[in-house]
């Protein structure tokens, strides 16, 4: 079984330009969850999402960030007019079933974002 | 709140030693779970273990170990006879039970050096 897949692994973005970042989750996983690391910080949750649903966007800043998971394709986070500050690894994660929360979060290997 | 706590930033030890990774956490859910995940140098997220907490049985799983105590609220995690690619970031996180709660609380995490 593939794993979790997330593109590209990293990305390059000038300030004020937007950013996607794609996960597609485990085969016969259907919740994704997004976290950022940021340096000094840890990591911290996002969003969970599932199909064509946003579940609990309780850590997505205000402004700037979406995400959305399609009935087809993979889930993509969304920063729009990118500042330095958004510099993270952004790790996405899915799991199985009905999201019960025995369901362990695998995560994908991450994509590392840099704005210049 | 929920909070996990890992006191130890960094680690250093010469391979074959033993090693445990303390974690202590704080939440006012009678029911939620614990992970240990590692990272190692190349920066993705592997899934080592889950633990119920109304499970207090510890787990052993080849040169790893594991010791959960609820009286004192530690989930601390054991190398015995570490190599030196067991050098990583160890990261222990909790998910509580309350509502429809998804997200995991990170600790900061443990940078584990094995020296040669």
């Known amino acids: 079984n593939a794993g979790v897949m997330q593109n590209p692994r990293h990305l390059v973005r000038r300030r004020g330009q937007e950013a996607r970042l794609r996960c597609s989750p485990m085969?016969?996983?259907?919740?994704v969850y997004w976290y950022r690391q940021l340096p000094e910080e840890g990591l911290k949750f996002m969003v969970y999402?599932?199909?064509?649903?946003?579940?609990?966007e309780s850590g997505m800043p205000k402004e700037r960030f979406s995400a959305e998971f399609p009935k087809e394709g993979p889930s993509i986070l969304r920063i729009q007019q990118v500042v330095r500050g958004d510099s993270a690894a952004y790790f996405c994660?899915?799991?199985?079933?009905?999201?019960?929360?025995?369901?362990?979060?695998?995560f994908g290997p991450g994509t590392r974002l840099t704005v210049l | 709140a929920q909070k996990v706590t890992q006191a130890q930033t960094e680690i250093s030890v010469v391979e074959k030693e033993d090693v445990t990774l303390d974690c202590v956490y704080e939440?006012?859910?009678?029911?939620?779970?614990l992970f240990w995940y590692k990272q190692p140098p190349s920066g993705e997220l592997v899934f080592l273990i889950r633990?119920?907490?109304?499970d207090e049985q510890n787990e052993i799983s080849g040169r790893y170990s594991w010791n959960f105590q609820k009286s004192t609220s530690s989930f601390n995690f054991t190398i015995t006879a570490s190599q030196v690619v067991d050098s990583a970031v160890y990261f222990c996180?909790?998910?509580?039970?309350?509502?429809?709660?998804?997200?995991?609380?990170w600790g900061l995490g443990t940078s584990l050096a094995v020296n040669p």
């Open positions: 994660a899915s799991s199985p079933r009905a999201g019960a929360r025995t369901d362990t979060q695998y």
């Open positions: 085969k016969g996983h259907s919740h």
């Open positions: 999402l599932q199909k064509e649903n946003i579940i609990d």
């Open positions: 939440t006012r859910d009678t029911t939620y779970y």
């Open positions: 633990r119920n907490s109304f």
């Open positions: 996180a909790l998910i509580g039970t309350a509502g429809n709660n998804r997200k995991l609380i």
